[in-house]
């Protein structure tokens, strides 16, 4: 069984940091694209970052390119995103996301995490 164990969320002013992790059970973690989405009130599911650990190959979207790092952790198993420089259009509910074959910034993954909420007061 494929599980995605997001956590690190929390409440931060503008400008500051937060590190995201994702805990990757039940696939072949280096080959697999593991991404983070996140979800605003009333906004669509939006895909940020994605990493595939073999190749160290990542990608982020526009909105958070520069501000945002996704890494892994093969030993562990453990996708980050570190989070610097936010902002309060960053508050979302932030989920990962795994998928087997899929490159660049996936839209369809074949699995989900639960997600973690993200706050950012201005």
């Known amino acids: 069984e494929v599980q995605l164990q997001a956590s690190g969320g929390g409440l931060v002013q503008a400008g500051g940091s937060l590190r995201l992790s994702c805990a990757v059970s039940?696939?072949?973690?280096?080959?697999?694209?593991i991404a983070w989405f996140r979800q605003a009130p009333g906004k669509e599911r939006e895909g940020i970052a994605c990493?595939?650990?073999?190749?160290?190959?990542?990608v982020y979207s526009d909105s958070v390119k520069g501000r945002f790092t996704i890494a892994s952790d093969n030993a562990k198993n453990t996708v980050y995103l570190q989070m610097n420089s936010l902002k309060p259009e960053d508050t979302a509910v932030y989920y990962c996301?795994?998928?087997?074959?899929?490159?660049?910034?996936?839209?369809?993954?074949?699995?989900w995490g639960q997600g973690t909420q993200v706050t950012v007061s201005s």
């Open positions: 039940g696939l072949t973690f280096g080959n697999s694209a």
């Open positions: 996301a795994a998928d087997r074959s899929q490159r660049g910034l996936i839209t369809t993954p074949d699995y």
């Open positions: 990493i595939v650990s073999d190749n160290d190959d990542t």
